[in-house]
């Protein structure tokens, strides 16, 4: 069975920093390609960061260019999201998914909440 | 950037009826790169429809995706209880994904 468990998520006030996690297991971790998408409370799904399946390639959107990166460590089965200069618009839950073949997403975690506040 | 917009904003049917989703892209885009997910109050988006017509694994044959170009359809033929949610359009271009805004199907 294919398991993705986001964690890391909490409450960090602006300008701070968090490190969020996601331990996949059920699946070859080190083949497949993955991706952070985050939501904002009440509203849609947004791209955030994804990686590569070596961990050789990442993209990240103009939202958090600079701000955040993405990584992976294939030896753990885990997927990371550093997250610096947090901005109160950075609230979220934020999910970890597997990307499949054709681009889209077919599995998902459970998510993990940052909030962004002082 | 290619911009999806998804219409309508929200549907409101009854058990049995058939839900007409519509996502719209600003560019003509790949089918092979087009997808849909399901998202229930409190849950993880879920995929159903990749490749704009094929469903993921475990979804019902009621649930239809088609389209192609810059018009997409999901369709789903006779709505169930556990139907009713947020719907999403997805592309995938250049490693990067867009999503479009939702569609709430909700209970008439």
């Known amino acids: 069975e294919v398991r993705l468990e986001d964690s890391g998520g909490g409450l960090v006030q602006p300008g701070g920093s968090l490190r969020l996690s996601c331990a996949a297991s059920?699946?070859?971790?080190?083949?497949?390609?993955m991706t952070w998408v985050r939501q904002a409370p009440g509203k849609g799904l947004e791209w955030v960061s994804s990686?590569?399946?070596?961990?050789?390639?990442?993209?990240?959107a103009d939202s958090v260019k600079g701000r955040f990166t993405i990584s992976r460590d294939n030896s753990k089965n885990t997927l990371y999201l550093q997250m610096n200069s947090l901005r109160v618009e950075d609230t979220a839950v934020y999910y970890c998914?597997?990307?499949f073949g054709s681009g889209s997403l077919d599995y998902w975690g459970q998510g993990t909440l940052v909030t962004v506040s002082s | 950037e290619t911009v999806l917009t998804q219409s309508p904003g929200t549907l409101s049917l009854s058990t049995g009826e058939r839900a007409t989703l519509s996502c719209r892209a600003s560019?003509?885009?790949?089918?092979?790169?087009l997808a849909w997910y399901q998202q229930r109050p409190g849950q993880a988006p879920r995929l159903v429809i990749y490749?704009?017509?094929s469903r993921a694994t475990g979804i019902p044959d009621r649930f239809s995706g088609s389209g192609s170009g810059t018009d997409f359809t999901l369709t789903i033929s006779r709505l169930e209880p556990e139907d009713f949610a947020v719907y999403y359009c997805?592309?995938?271009?250049?490693?990067?994904?867009?999503f479009g805004g939702g569609t709430k199907v909700e209970i008439k």
């Open positions: 998914a597997k990307r």
């Open positions: 059920g699946f070859t971790f080190s083949s497949s390609a």
């Open positions: 990686i590569s399946a070596g961990g050789g390639s990442t993209y990240d």
């Open positions: 560019q003509s885009v790949s089918s092979t790169y």
């Open positions: 490749g704009a017509s």
């Open positions: 997805q592309h995938y271009d250049r490693s990067r994904l867009t």
